[in-house]
């Protein structure tokens, strides 16, 4: 047993401390179970994501300071507000689930003891997401209050906006499950593979509208989504790069799959979904179609068919380059004649990617 004394700047003693240290020494706590996310840790091992995660501190932009009154619904046709909404809507399927997958793999990062910057990353993901929701919900509740799906349809393109966008909706539900069981089951290394799918679709995508629309708040709201996606891409190659040692023959020919259920699942918004996977009605595609051309004759900004597919193409061609890397094959895409490995059919349990 130590006494300890405590003194004043005069170095007279002041209080007696009492240290207690049994004398067989201190007793160790039993072992903490893993996955948990104590104990408590701030180990560095990938300065560089440090840095992004600083950057993305500067760069996040807040979505209540675009200017939404410039936003005026009058602007447009009851036709053309509607067809408007419903891309926000289908691009909602995929930017609004960013914020509870990203906190899901945070909350995994924690669990695993990632080091530091990996949980600081996917926490700035986890926020950036929920400002590009935040833009989603903005734009559909002005031009179509009650949108996506609480408001009464009347016309009969509503009707058909208001089908298409709950059948939407039926196949990202379907996806949420298989994503919550794949979180448990594979390795985050893995799962940052298919995350990049979609950062890089993203990425081009919304650069290719910034360009494209007639709308300065679209082009603003683009633009600054877009910046936000060129870092997520960032933050998944600086992981990967940190995985790829550790990655198994298996988990390679695991993300070749990804990468093709990146391709069938994101082209809804970036192009045409080939027919794996979506469950939809005959009617879904062409009323689709419609929409997409009215909300692009309004100003939106969306790319047309070919645009899309060559655009789609060019950010394959650059996913493969990255994967090419480590030794991955990239995925047979025939749809867009780019040739590789044939994968098998994807299913709801397949399907990772977001944006
Ligand atoms: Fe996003
Ligand atoms: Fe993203």
Redesign the pocket.
Known sequence: MKLEAEHNDEGEVTTMRKIDIPENGFEQPPEIAMPNIFPIEWRVETPKLAEIYERAKREGFNPSLIAWDQLNPEQWSRDERVAIMYWWAVLSNF?SS?PPVFARAMIRAFETHQEDPVRKCFFSITR??AH?EECCQRVIQRLVPGGPLNFTPTTVLEKAAHNNISWLYHNGARYWKGFCRAIERYPLSILFTSFMMGEVA?SSLFHGMARKTTNPVFREIFTK?GR??AR?LQICITLLEKESPRLTQEDKQFVTKQLRAGFVFLSMVLWEPPDEFWQLPPYFMPNHRVLLDIAREAGLGCLTYEEQAENWKLAMARVSRIVERWGIQFPAIPELDIKGVEVGDITAEDIIPV?
């Open positions: 930017d960013g950036d997401e590009h993203s989504i936000d996606e997520h944006f």
